[in-house]
């Protein structure tokens, strides 16, 4: 029975607040869900499609955090090793203007120091909207600003996965695209999954928020309650010019996402090794302080630590993010249980009330 699932994905639609949407879960290895609604274009009168391709926006992280473990179990990389060491320009400072000593360990956890936007360089692009730079032509000009603070002692989500990005870029002798195909998603068999579009078709037209939410411009920025939001530029995905944002960049399938979820849950799926990712399913930040409550954070998401304390239903150890274009995802080891949430409307089905009531609707039909 899925009738808690039902109402909140069609309440949702109803309301207006997601244009269009997809659920796949899985328990056990099993599937036990897989359900679309709303519209794929809403427009044009098209209902939504069965593993539509989505932009994935921060989706993309977990998946190159990913590659880069896998670089470093074929000790291609290391991940107590200097970013400086893969990338030469890449040298920012602390607040008090010394060297900091950033690792990719601090990279894969947002401890760097590293920031989202900058608007001392209005020039930097944090891989949503439009740019012509490369790269290093990007990330240098980041490097050339001081660090929020140094390197291990705070937690701040960022452009860290796009310079992870860069490294491995490095290290692999080509493009992101080059390494995570390489690494994780030639290996998974994840062939709709990576920073092209596999059928512009099935490419879902996205929506920005509103109600009724309304199609998204390019560019357009979208904001949240808190009067702030993200630019988002949806023709970027095919604008070879632009660099492939280790943090942004991808588009893929919620058939794709959960085939990664899985292998991770089943301990790599042969494209890392088992110990690696118990180690990237832990709490890799310590004591540092977070904002979200009673959640850490470890290699590929947020780590819930204290459900009580994290307002969650899902038990401890559970891993978990999304994407501002409309995504959420979280695996619960415990229960075995893997939940993929896609919708084509940002920011609701990343940020919004949907995915919370989703995610409770979930354990209410499956582990209550």
Known sequence: MTKHIEAVMDAAIDSQSIVGAE????????IVCRRTAG?????????????????????????????????ADKELIALDERVAHYLPWFTPKSPDGSEAAITIHHLLTHTSGLAYGYPQDP????????????????????AKLPLEFAPGTGWLYSVAIDVLGAVLAAVQG??????VRGHITGPLGMTDTGFFVADRARL???????????????????LGTDGMGPTFSPSRIFDAKAFQSGGAGMAGTPGDILRFLEAM????GGAVQHETVARAFSN????????????????????????????????KGTVNWGGVYGHSWLVDPANGLTVVSMSNTALEGCTGQYPKDLIRAVYADFID
Do not use: C
């Open 174 to 179: 080509g493009s992101v695209e080059e390494a």
């Open 23 to 30: 659920l796949v879960v899985a328990r056990h290895g099993d």
């Open 284 to 315: 890799q930040i310590g004591d540092i302080k977070r904002a979200d409550a009673g959640q850490r954070f470890g290699y590929l998401g947020a780590i819930v630590d204290d459900p009580v304390a994290a307002n969650s239903p899902s038990a």
């Open 123 to 142: 020039e930097i692009t944090t891989g949503l909207d439009a740019t012509a730079l490369s790269l290093e032509e990007n990330f240098s000009r980041v």
């Open 39 to 71: 519209w794929f274009d809403r427009e044009a009168g098209v209902p939504m499609i069965d593993n539509a391709i989505y932009r994935l926006a921060s989706v993309t992280k977990p998946i190159v955090a990913a590659t880069a473990l896998a670089m």
């Open 265 to 268: 849950r089943n301990g790599g």
């Open 204 to 222: 879902a037209k996205p929506y920005a928020d509103g109600r009724p939410a309304t199609p998204m411009a390019d560019p357009q920025q979208v």
